[in-house]
């Protein structure tokens, strides 16, 4: 080898980042290949927290699987459990009266914001801001405690069920969340001008870690990552479910597909949670919470559908088949992060370390929910 | 219209003679698609590309065993973001050849969602760059979503 082959960019290095690394909130590893602090490739080693959640759905009855749909992404986890519930009912024909459905949206839109706050703190510890987190878990403890008093848990419900929810909410549920409300909007103020106006903060997340709309749309990203490169799409809007069509509220879009976009979805959609919320709690019917005659053990009719819901973090889906048993014949998991993450490699190619460290973080990844 | 369109591409480039043609439009709260198609194994690439071109992104591929017909069976889930509508495409293959075209390289996503039906089920893409085990440990040589894996 001559002198010349050997300048200093034909010397790369591999870096491990992970199984155990803070940055990866999980354990994930990123095999990356480095040209000093630049990275030549990124390839994501994933499935250490894999448990095989689609033979488990196979292998036990329908009631007995409602528990397993909250520990896929246990930072959302009504949002997955509504997917299936919901699925299921669409496959065995079950209706849910009114009063059931405005429930699960209050709570599945509070369990929104607790993981956009979740995920705020956590983003903002990974560009080394301790702060935040502090005032972020502050406001998520009130979330958890509300849907603490009704569904049981804090973090991984199982509170809805096929035909309804367990649970009849309570005025002190109603007020609880009410006065949550006007607390959080009072923060938001807050957040933008200790975070969002922060010149250290603008700096690590403007131009940084750029997803093109086209890029989303070849590696089927959706949820925050697809609406910060400028797509409209969101499953409540495009594919209404639910009671969502009754209620006023508006898909924050930013065109600019850096961490910043991303950023400032997340941030838009914690307000118009609030609103979804508010307006949930007006017009809640009176009535039952369950549907009558539900059977215990379901046997849906032989066939197939599929559901999806908007998660936290973008499309959640469920494809469920019945040959008519008590048992799914098969149940496929389609995981947001998933898809989301698969485009990291891609995009992460030619940056800063650091950089990409940002744009790990703007994904807003749960691994256990990568691995299922 | 959009249903035209795609029926058009389809049949350009994806049913040709041989195949019986069928799309069929279905409810889609009763079954979360708009469109529903089988294509020849063969052609799942085509198909994707044809999907591809009607601004469709892939959302998921499952992979499915009926073990009695003694076929094994992938479905495609594409959606439109502009619109939302959803259409799925069906292919399947024998379970003793389960091998067919990668679409990876239309779809760059597909690469996860294929090395994860490879192996769940053991199907074989033909043409994709990295087939190793995704989810499952990396000497993994058995899949669990078959019927008759006993484990």
Same mark, same amino acid.
């Given at each position: ?372 | ?32 698609? #708009? ?7 063969? @052609? *799942?690439?085509?198909? &994707?590309? %044809?999907?591809? $071109? =009607? ?21 495609? #889930? ?7 509508? @959803? *259409?799925?495409?069906? &292919?399947? %293959?024998?379970? $003793? =050849? ?41 000497? =993994? ?11």
């Amino acid at each position: 080898m001559s002198i010349d082959d050997q300048s200093i960019h034909a010397e790369t290095f591999i870096l491990n980042l992970g199984p155990q690394h803070p940055a990866t909130h999980g354990v994930l590893r990123i095999k990356l290949t480095m040209d000093g602090e630049y990275i030549v490739d990124a390839e994501p080693v994933i499935g250490y927290g894999h448990r095989m959640h689609e033979k488990m759905g196979e292998n036990r009855s329908y009631a007995k699987f409602l528990p397993n749909a909250s520990r896929m992404d246990y930072v959302g986890a009504l949002l997955n459990t509504h997917c299936h519930v919901a699925a299921v009912e669409r496959l065995a024909g079950i209706t849910v009266p009114e009063r059931a459905e405005f429930i699960r949206v209050i709570t599945a839109e509070l369990n929104r914001v607790s993981s956009h706050l979740l995920w705020m703190g956590a983003f903002l510890v990974d560009l080394g801001a301790f702060t935040p987190l502090l005032y972020t878990f502050d406001d998520r403890e009130d979330i958890l405690d509300l849907l603490e008093s009704i569904t049981g848990s804090r973090l991984t419900y199982c509170y809805y069920r096929f035909g309804g929810v367990c649970n009849d909410i309570d005025d002190d549920f109603i007020a609880g969340t009410r006065s949550f409300i006007e607390r959080m909007r009072s923060r938001m103020p807050m957040y933008h001008s200790l975070v969002t106006e922060n010149i250290i903060f603008r700096k690590r997340c403007e131009g940084i870690g750029g997803v093109p709309a086209e890029t989303c749309r070849r590696y089927g990203a959706t949820g925050p990552v697809l609406r910060g490169s400028g797509v409209c799409y969101d499953v409540r809007r495009n594919e209404p479910y639910s009671v969502y069509p009754l209620f006023d509220f508006s898909v924050p879009v930013y065109p600019e597909g850096d961490c910043m976009a991303r950023y400032r979805v997340r941030m838009d959609e914690i307000v118009e949670s609030l609103r979804i919320v508010e307006q949930a709690l007006e017009r809640i019917p009176a009535g039952p919470v369950m549907a009558e005659k539900v059977p215990l053990i379901l046997k849906p009719a032989r066939g197939e559908c599929y559901f999806n819901v908007e998660a936290a973090r973008g499309s959640f889906g469920m494809r469920i088949v019945s040959d008519g048993l008590d048992a799914p014949y098969r149940l496929k998991v389609r995981s947001p992060c998933f898809s989301n993450f698969s485009l990291f490699r891609e995009c992460v190619r030619g940056t800063l370390l650091a950089d990409a460290l940002a744009f790990l973080g703007s994904l807003d990844l749960v691994i256990p929910e990568i691995d299922r | 219209m959009w249903f035209d369109d795609l029926k058009d591409g389809f049949s350009e480039s994806v049913w040709q003679e041989d195949a019986a043609p069928y799309l069929v439009e279905t409810n889609h709260a009763a079954r979360g698609a #708009d469109l529903e198609t089988t294509v020849p194994a063969e @052609r *799942v690439a085509d198909a &994707a590309r %044809v999907m591809y $071109e =009607a601004m469709f992104s892939l959302e998921a591929i499952t992979g499915m065993d009926w073990i009695v017909e003694g076929r094994m069976e992938l479905v495609y #889930d594409y959606v439109q973001f502009s619109s939302g509508r @959803r *259409v799925t495409v069906r &292919a399947s %293959v024998p379970r $003793e =050849a389960p091998g067919l075209p990668t679409v990876s390289m239309i779809y760059p996503g597909a690469e996860w969602h294929e090395r994860e039906a490879r192996d769940f089920f053991g199907f074989i893409f033909i043409g994709h760059p990295d087939p190793t085990p995704l989810l499952l440990p990396e000497d =993994a040589d058995f899949h669990p979503l078959r019927k008759d894996f006993t484990g």
